[in-house]
């Protein structure tokens, strides 16, 4: 029960993007389609968990003072990997997602996890933060992907929805990112007055 | 001729290709660090310094280490070392010569290591191809002078439209962070307009 709150933190409670209003870049730049959206989202999440499982092993030997180039460094690494991966065996959303997979180091999700849980829990209590958090950013991404791509392209997962109708483009551009969002957090902002009454 | 290329290259990166409005770069101290001017003004220069340095450092370490080594895969890891150390000798630097200069700057230099806009710009250099041509150094420097300037705009334009927000008499509900989404999303809109424009 313990462990299982580890998880569900970084879907509400702390969510990442909603709550702690960090990595905000991929978000807002990635969630033009959906399965975008879901690539990056789990891109993050390996490299969140990775990195907090290395850092939660050498938590005791690195000294305090350099500890910072250290996670970004080992960040770096996993990021690497991702890349070289997705350019291999997936080269169309290495295309699609460009310059934002190098652009997972300065996630500030990931190294804010390794400075603020990893570096100060058991490699398992790691692991599963870095899945909540994960499953966090991934399902705020998933909700912004999918009224964004209904709306401006209306399409999901590529397919065309309503044959003949005329999408509302600016939804798919920068401005409609934005917006998207706002209207998300005032959502959010709103349900939560509700609840306190 | 150059003259006109570089030119071309500084409106596109302020202008056209805004890195905060229209590419999503820098979001997080463009929404942080926007809600007094002056805060926005010590941030937007000392992001003009960083992104000009870094694009210069990260050009030469590519062209002369990277690529005549073969490793030119290590780029990401290579470049955000470069940055943050480059950050580090910034702010002891300005520490030592300028304490002025360092009092204004000072607290917004640590941020600017995670500002992905940062390695954004060093990273598009790369991809623009500018390493392998002839005066590809003066067009890096170009274009991260530009997206430094691009950056400062919008951040400024953000808070003095933010600072009289906060007297607005909006829903409670959308105040802080959901009104600045939105407001941001307007500013986009306007930055759409140079997308039409031909040079």
């Known amino acids: 029960m313990d462990y299982l709150k580890e998880v569900i933190k970084g879907l509400w409670e702390r969510n990442p993007i909603l ?46 003072h350099i500890r910072i180039p250290i996670f970004i460094t080992i960040i770096a690494s996993f990021v690497i990997i991702v890349e070289l ?55 705020t991404l998933f909700i912004l992907a999918f009224f964004r791509e209904t709306l401006g392209a209306n399409k999901l997962f590529g397919y065309t929805l309503i044959p003949g109708m005329k999408p509302a ?6 401005p409609g990112a934005f917006f998207t969002l706002g209207l998300m957090l005032w959502a959010m902002n709103a349900l939560k007055s509700r609840k306190r009454g | 001729m150059e003259i006109k290329v570089l030119f071309v290259i500084l409106i596109s990166t302020i202008l056209i290709n805004n890195y905060v409005l229209s590419q999503m770069l820098g979001l997080c101290p463009f929404l942080g660090v926007s809600k007094k001017m002056d805060s926005a003004l010590g941030m937007g220069l000392a992001v003009i ?57 000072g607290i917004f230099l640590p941020l600017i290591t995670t500002n992905c806009a940062v390695l954004g710009v060093a990273v598009l250099n790369i991809e623009t191809g500018f390493a392998t041509k002839d005066l590809g150094m003066v067009m890096t420097v170009v274009q991260g002078f530009g997206a430094g300037i691009g950056f400062t705009i919008a951040l400024l334009l953000m808070a003095g439209i933010r600072e009289r927000l906060e007297l607005a008499d909006i829903p409670g509900n959308l105040k802080g962070m959901p009104i600045s989404f939105i407001t941001a999303g307007l500013l986009a809109i306007a930055f759409l307009g140079f997308s039409g424009m031909k040079i």
């Open chain 1, 19 to 64: 709550v702690l209003g960090i990595g905000l870049c991929p978000t807002l730049a990635v969630t033009t389609s959906v399965s975008n959206a879901l690539w990056m989202a789990l891109a993050t999440t390996f490299v969140l968990i990775c990195s907090n499982v290395l850092v939660s092993v050498i938590r005791n030997i690195v000294p305090s």
């Open chain 1, 85 to 139: 991966t997705l350019k291999a065996f997936q080269p169309d959303v290495y295309q699609a997602l460009g310059i934002f997979i190098p652009l997972i180091v300065v996630n500030c999700i990931i190294l804010g996890r390794a400075e603020e849980f990893a570096s100060r829990n058991s490699i398992f209590r790691s692991i599963l933060d870095g899945l909540g958090m994960g499953l966090g950013f991934g399902g």
């Open chain 1, 169 to 174: 483009t600016i939804m798919i551009i920068a």
């Open chain 2, 49 to 105: 310094f960083v992104m000009t340095m870094a694009s210069f450092f990260t050009f030469l370490i590519y062209k002369y280490l990277l690529i005549p080594w073969h490793v030119t895969y290590l780029r990401t890891i290579a470049f955000i070392l470069v940055i943050a150390s480059l950050v580090q000798l910034v702010e002891m630097t300005i520490e030592k010569i300028s304490p002025t200069l360092y009092q204004a700057l």
